[in-house]
């Protein structure tokens, strides 16, 4: 298992664009891909689009992001950049370090 936190950078959060992105992007490993949230450690499961949204991800919230199983480093790997792009919704120089 490895995980990486990441603090979420798109204006909007995960609405259902991103979220569509990460349930597709995640969809394509067989390893368990989700991310941990909130101060009492819940789980959305990536590869459920109702699982991320019902956790209300918005700009500026730290998830720590959990893949375990054969594939997780290319699964982290993917998924890691499309969360460090925003999502292809924002530009390079609006990231928050």
Do not use: W
Request: aromatic share 6%; charged share 25%.
């Amino acid at each position: 298992m490895i995980s990486k936190k990441f603090i979420i950078n798109n204006p909007t959060g995960l609405h259902i664009r991103p979220a569509g992105k990460l349930c597709e992007a995640a969809m394509n490993y067989e390893c368990h891909v989700g991310f941990r949230y909130g101060d009492n450690g819940s789980e959305a499961n990536c590869k459920s689009i109702l699982s991320i949204l019902g956790a209300c991800i918005r700009s500026g919230d730290t998830i720590e992001l959990v893949c375990d199983g054969g594939d997780e480093e290319a699964a982290m790997e993917e998924l890691s950049a499309l969360v460090e792009s925003g999502f292809g919704e924002i530009d390079k120089g609006d990231v928050q370090e």
